[in-house]
């Protein structure tokens, strides 16, 4: 089993639409959680890390479940700039430094 | 305030070629890392350092070396060059990973990295 999982998609919604990305880990033993946006052939870049009791950032949740090992990033009233790919990423001190990419998941927002 | 640069932002070499790969940052990060992207792979840490004239090995390592001579470049070798090295590779750094809080990565523009 792959330690961070996520969909790969792509997620293919029209402007104004909600969307939501799942993503699963396997080592209960984490401790932070983040999602990242990366544009196409460009770096990433943090979007907002994700806490126990949930976090809100305008169109943007994230929410952990730290019973199921998962991590949720729902996107609400979908722009065009919304486009890229979202990384889930998981960090385990135990693992040394490392944070833990997932491979993506693709969204596409279209007029 | 340029963040993390890369140098070069391309680069094309022929098998067994050696080059360096350079990172530079100005926010004064203790930690700097390497990675590699490769399609259907994600983000793979190669090397990382943990400060000035420390480094560590990632998930993989293999067929690379690393320094940090100064607290803002860390350098990636490649002294050999393979087909399989042919990915991009993009630079991080951060403030601290420590306990059970890890800071955000500031990524690099990427290097595209192509071997024959």
């Known amino acids: 089993r792959k330690e961070v999982e996520q969909d790969p998609g792509p997620f293919n919604v029209p402007e104004g639409a909600t969307v939501a990305f799942n993503c699963t880990y396997s080592n209960s033993a984490s401790q932070s959680f983040f999602w990242y946006r990366q544009d196409c052939r460009k770096e990433p870049k943090l979007l907002m890390s994700v806490y126990s009791s949930g976090n809100e950032d305008g169109r943007f949740t994230a929410q952990l479940n730290r019973a199921s090992q998962y991590i949720s990033l729902l996107i609400r009233d979908s722009k065009l700039s919304d486009s890229a790919t979202y990384l889930c990423?998981?960090?385990?001190?135990?693992?040394?430094?490392?944070?833990?990419f997932g491979k993506g998941t693709t969204l596409s927002v279209s007029s | 305030n340029a963040g993390v640069t890369q140098t070069p932002k391309f680069r094309v070499l022929k098998t067994g070629q050696s080059m360096t790969l350079l990172c530079a940052q100005d926010m004064n990060h203790e930690y700097m890392y390497w990675y590699r992207q490769d399609p259907g792979m994600g983000l793979r840490l190669i090397h990382y350092?943990?400060?000035?004239?420390?480094?560590a090995k990632g998930e993989v390592p293999d067929g690379y070396n690393v320094s940090r001579l100064k607290k803002q470049n860390f350098l990636l070798g490649l002294e050999s060059a393979a087909p399989s090295q042919t990915s991009v590779y993009f630079c991080a750094s951060s403030y601290f990973q420590r306990g059970y809080i890890a800071d955000t990565q500031y990524f690099g523009p990427g290097t595209r990295l192509t071997v024959l």
């Open positions: 990423v998981v960090y385990n001190n135990q693992a040394g430094t490392a944070l833990i």
């Open positions: 350092s943990v400060g000035e004239g420390t480094t």
